[in-house]
Structures are given as C-alpha cells and as structure tokens.
C-alpha cells in the first residue's frame, strides 16, 4: 500500500484509511495534512499525495518555505511603501498636502514593517552561519 502512495496512486487510499497520525503539520511541497508515520524508532511524515518528510527535512523544508515567504512579503511592503510616497509626492505637487501626508504616514508604517521583517531575515540568516552572504538580496524576482 505504501508503495502505491509513493507512486502517487490516490485510488490506493480509500476514504478513511490514513497512513498514520494526523498531524497538526501541512505538506511544504502541496499543502496538504501531513501524517505522522511511526517506522520503528524513526519519524517521518508523510500527505495523501505521497509525499515523504523525514523530521530533518521537514524542518529544512519549511525554514525555505518561510524565508521564501517573508522575502516575498518584504518585496511586496518595500513596493508599497514607494507607491505610497509617489502618490503622495504628486499629491503634494498639487497642493493636496491632508492627502499627501496620509500617504506619507502609510510609507512610514510599511517602512517600518519592512525593516522588521529584513531585520528578522538577517538575523535568522546569522544565527545558520550565513553571514558572510548578508549583502545577498536572496528575494525571488518577481
């Protein structure tokens, strides 16, 4: 049976029938529940799709996952932020100063969200000894 979830086989598994513990873990790679399998003394993990987890590589797996995540989450705050002070720009340009300084709070605040999160990236970055790749900017292009 096992073999026919590694290949893939959804029909293999009927409803109900599970290939271990339900775990409180998503899959990395589909999103889908995670369970627990007991192989003697060893743990692993694995979805209804057939995808494998031993601890060690969940645990690395969803470290990628998040740095992933947040890389993309300071993008996307970073962008925000720089709209926010171009429109504000263009709407002090025009003399709308109440509106051009709601935008400029807002580029303020994202700011410094961005700086959290970059901060935390960096952080983490040292703490696994990857120091000397701090000048990288690892963000997936978007």
């Not at 096992?2 to 293999?12: K, P, V, W």
Request: aromatic share 4%; with cysteine.
């Amino acid at each position: 049976m096992e073999n026919q979830y590694s290949a893939r086989d959804l029909n293999a598994m009927e409803p109900g029938q599970h290939p271990g513990t339900l775990s409180p873990y998503s899959c990395p790679e589909c999103g889908g529940v995670l369970w627990e399998v007991q192989d003697g003394e060893l743990v692993r993990f694995q979805c209804r799709v057939g995808h494998r987890w031993t601890v060690d590589a969940l645990l690395a797996q969803q470290s990628n996952t998040l740095d992933d995540a947040l890389w993309t989450a300071l993008r996307a705050i970073e962008e925000n932020a720089a709209l926010s002070r171009q429109i504000a720009a263009r709407h002090r340009s025009r003399g709308v100063d109440s509106v051009a300084q709601r935008l400029d709070e807002q580029a303020k605040a994202a700011q410094g969200r961005a700086d959290l999160i970059q901060n935390a990236l960096l952080e983490h970055r040292r703490a696994r000894g990857d120091a000397d790749r701090e000048t990288e900017d690892p963000r997936p292009a978007s």
